[in-house]
Structures are given as C-alpha cells and as structure tokens.
C-alpha cells in the first residue's frame, strides 16, 4: 500500500490528475471516521474532510509531499490538524487531546472508559446487521465489532481519537505520537488502558471461549 500510494501521487504529478480520485475513495470513510471523533458533527466533519483534500490536493501538485515518511502518517496528520482547527473555529474553545476537563468530584481515574457506555448498549448489539437475534447465543464478529465501535464512540475524545488511529486508520505507535504531539508512553498506555476496559465490557457479556478469536 506505502509503495501504491507513493507511485499514484508520482502520476499524478506527472499529469494523470483523474488518479487522485483512487486517493480520496482508499481514505475518506477512515478520515471521516477520525474527523467525526473529533468534530462530533457531521455536517462539520464533512466540511472539514473537504477541506483536507483541497489541501492534500495541493499539497501533491506542489510536490510538498516527497515520499519521504509513510504517505498515511502525511495524510492523517493534515485530517486531525484540520479537524482541530474547525473544532477551535466553531465550538470557540481548544481541543484537548491530552486531557478534557472533569467537572464531578466524584470522577474517579478510568471512570471515562465506560461512564457513557451502558449494558444496553451491548444489549441492542444482539442484533447483528443482516440477521435476526440469535437464540443459541453464539458470537458473531459482526456483534463483537458493533460492540467494539459503540465503545470507542463513548469514551473521551484523548482517548477514541488514539483508538481511531490505531485500529482504524491503523497507524503506528510512533506514527500517532507524531501525529499528536504527545509521548508514545501515553499513546500506548491509553491504548492498553481502553482495551482493557473493552475486555472487561465483552466479558460481561460472554464467555473467553466465545470471544477468544476476537480479543
């Protein structure tokens, strides 16, 4: 793919414009789903993602980017500064991804992993697209996924933002840290901290044997 997406900006330097639509359909849906963890608003992350691909657009025919580093790690680093800014542009206030303010007193260390994230939620997962409930109660990937993808849309953004990246964007530990800005001690901790969190919200629910070839 690094390869790929390196010989397809080379073309369309070179003149084959029409090849920056194959760019565009490989990353939008994971940009958007960055973009959205971050904006919280569809209309806005739409905006922004059409932001990111008039500057990726000139950032390719000016030859800004040389293939030096990964073109993922270029890219994503353009989505998350560009939602930031029309986060700071329209919410009229800085985006945190080390922190976000805590307001109860009450707000105990680990609390945000599952504070919005309700067995109900699991609950209605049951459900998985394109079929019935299933009365055996056997796993499916599909419900483990819905489960998995409720989660990280329920947990803080410093830490779904670093969840998007890692397993949907699938950047790097180290990629992320310079995306962020911020040490890869705290990406990887974070990461571990909410797949811990994760586990124990699946487990809840079934048994190890049920979820092990997908945990």
């Not at 329209?90 to 303010?101: E, L, M, P």
């Not at 009365?135 to 993808?149: A, L, R």
């Not at 409720?150 to 180290?174: A, C, K, Q, R």
Request: charged share 35%; hydrophobic share 35%.
């Amino acid at each position: 793919m690094v390869e790929l997406d390196h010989e397809i900006i080379k073309k369309i330097q070179n003149g084959k414009i029409e090849l920056f639509k194959e760019l565009v359909e490989e990353y939008k849906d994971r940009a958007f789903s960055l973009t959205i963890k971050i904006l919280k608003n569809r209309e806005e992350a739409e905006d922004s993602l059409q932001e990111v691909f008039m500057k990726l657009y000139r950032a390719v025919m000016q030859k800004q980017f040389e293939g030096r580093s990964k073109f993922s790690t270029y890219f994503y680093r353009i989505v998350y500064n560009t939602a930031v800014d029309f986060y700071k542009k329209n919410k009229n206030k800085k985006f945190n991804i080390v922190s976000i303010d805590i307001n109860e007193s009450n707000y105990r260390e680990g609390d945000e992993l599952t504070r919005d994230f309700y067995e109900k939620d699991i609950d209605s997962n049951r459900f998985s697209v394109g079929r019935g409930f299933d009365p055996d109660g056997s796993v499916s990937e599909n419900e483990i996924q819905n489960i998995v993808n409720g989660y990280i849309d329920s947990i803080p953004e410093h830490y779904s933002v670093i969840l998007n990246m890692y397993y949907i964007n699938e950047l790097t530990h180290s990629e992320i840290t310079k995306i962020l800005g911020i040490p890869i001690g705290t990406v990887k901790n974070r990461i571990f901290r909410a797949k811990e969190k994760l586990k124990d919200i699946i487990l809840e629910k079934y048994s190890k044997e049920e979820i092990l070839e997908y945990v």
